[in-house]
Each structure stands twice: as C-alpha cells, then as structure tokens.
C-alpha cells in the first residue's frame, strides 16, 4: 500500500517500522523538524498540514497524533476515500468517533482503531486457548495495568481534558476495556470510580471498574498512573481453568502467558508457561491484519466499532463519576 502517516511522535515511528514492504508517500507533523527526521527514514515528503496528507495519492492514512486530532483528521481521510489506522481512543468523545464510523460505513473505507495489545502474542495465544474451549465458559476477567508516570507528568497533554478527553480511564483504561470484550463481549457499566489521588491535574490518575456482560460475566478492572513500578497483569477465567498474562516486555517485564488447567479432583491445576522474550512484535502484527483487512475487504481486529463500544463505556463512567 502507499500511506501517509500523520503524527510523527513515538507511535508513528512504530507505526512507520511495522510498515515494511509498503510505501510511505508522505509523513506530516505540525512539528517540521520531527516531521523532517521521520522523512529522512522513511523516504517520505514532509509536510506540515494533514489535509495535504490525506489529499496525496495515498491508500491509506494512519493517524498517531495527540487525541485531540484524532478524530478530524481519521474523518478527513475517510471523506477522501482513504482507509484508516487511527490509534485509540479514536476521539475525545462518543460523539466524535461515531461520525467516524458513519462515514467508514458511507464510504466503504475500512477504519481501524490501534489496539494494538490484542496482538501481543501472549494475547494471541491466549485467544486460541480460550476459542478451543478447554477453559470452558468464561466467568470473569480481573486485570490491572498502570505506571508510576514521571516528574511534570500533570503538565503533559495526556493530563489535560481539552486535549485527551479525560485522564487515566481513557488512556490505559481503553485497553483494558477493549481486552476485556475481546474476550467476553460487550459489557455495561456496574460501578466504576475516576479519581485523582496523587497528581494535581484535572484529570483522574486511577480508574476502577466493575464491567458486566449480558450473560453475567464481569471484568474487575484498575488503570493507574500512580503504580510506581509498571505493571501489566490480565487473568481470563473460565470454569475449567485460567490464563493469567503477565508483563508486556520493556520496562513492563517480560511477556508470559501462565495456563491453569483444573483437574477433575480440583486441587493444584496442570501449569504450562508460555514466555515470549524479545522486542515487541505486537505493532508489526496489527498492521499486517490492517493490509489484510483492506485487501480481503473484512473488519480488521480491533476497528471503529470497538472504538466506539470502548468510548461508550468510557462516557458512561465519566458521566456517572462526575455527576
């Protein structure tokens, strides 16, 4: 494919490796020296405005920029005819991404959403686990997952509404839902607190849920920007058995998938571990499944709609929390 890449921050660098094979047409950041510097690795045009990105002769367009432009510039390649990789939350609002999704559907252009923690390989091995059935059906999932950020973190865009839409829940907080679903379907809220405990922002630095399926299934669920040391810890559990995953590799620690299968006498389970060393593959992979959802004309893994469903949730517990 020929892209454009939009945002040339860390993530679009990410996005820009994982892009072997095609052609990236043009990079663009309002920033003309990072802009510049991500032209120079890539072969790519720099420019400085994002409609003249989407307007070149691109197939497709990913959108890695703050959160506040998100949303018109994924819109924007859309109404050109583009496809889209756009990374979550997708928009500030509910409101903003579901005109995404309308015009993805109008258009027939496909729109994915970069969660891109569905394909960590420990989450893919898990995902054959639980589809073989040997867990049996699934009860509930308890996951945490936070950092400990770092100083003048209160002063960052991330901690600032206007720009991200809200704090820590739509931050790492999104992953964790859209995991959850991943693996027990839609869910609504039950309870959840946003509150801000350390940093002094206006926003909230830890997130608490308690999500429900409509089959009764529930995700305990904690997102925190006060961890200290950070973590990554996601249990699926199933009648017979559970999966825990650990780690997702960097300064999160190695990736681990820990299998748990009951026996019939119960007592201590049959335990297998998967350990997955190395750098993250995670980013090649989701962009691989993007290519191939534009080529074969399917729902990518992870795209608008579940973009949607996450911010749907989100909304719900901004609105309960600060009501």
Known sequence: MRLAIVGCGLIGGKRAAAATGHEIVVVCDRDAVRAGQLAQKTGARAVADWREAVAADVD??????THDQLAAIALGAVEAGRHVLVEKPAGRTLAEVRRIAAAAEKHKRIVKAGFNHRFHPAFVKAREIAD???????????????HGGRLGYEKEWRAQPAISGGGELIDQGSHLIDLSRWFLGDLT???AAVPTLF???????NCFMALRSGAGQ??????????????????IFGRDGKLVIDGLGG?????????????????????TVFEYPGQDGSWDAEFADFVSAVNDGRRPCGDIADAVANLTIVEDIYRRFRS
């Open 218 to 235: 529930m995700a305990w669920l904690h997102a925190s920007w006060t961890e200290w040391k950070n973590t990554f810890s996601f249990e």
């Open 189 to 191: 809220v039950d309870y």
């Open 60 to 65: 497709a367009v990913i959108v890695a920029t």
């Open 251 to 271: 300064s999160y620690g190695q990736e681990r998938l820990t299998f748990y299968r009951m026996l019939p006498q119960m007592g201590p389970p049959e335990t």
């Open 132 to 146: 073989s059935g040997v867990l049996g059906p699934l009860m509930f999932v308890r996951a945490r997952y936070g």
């Open 199 to 205: 940093w002094k922002m206006d926003a909230d630095d």
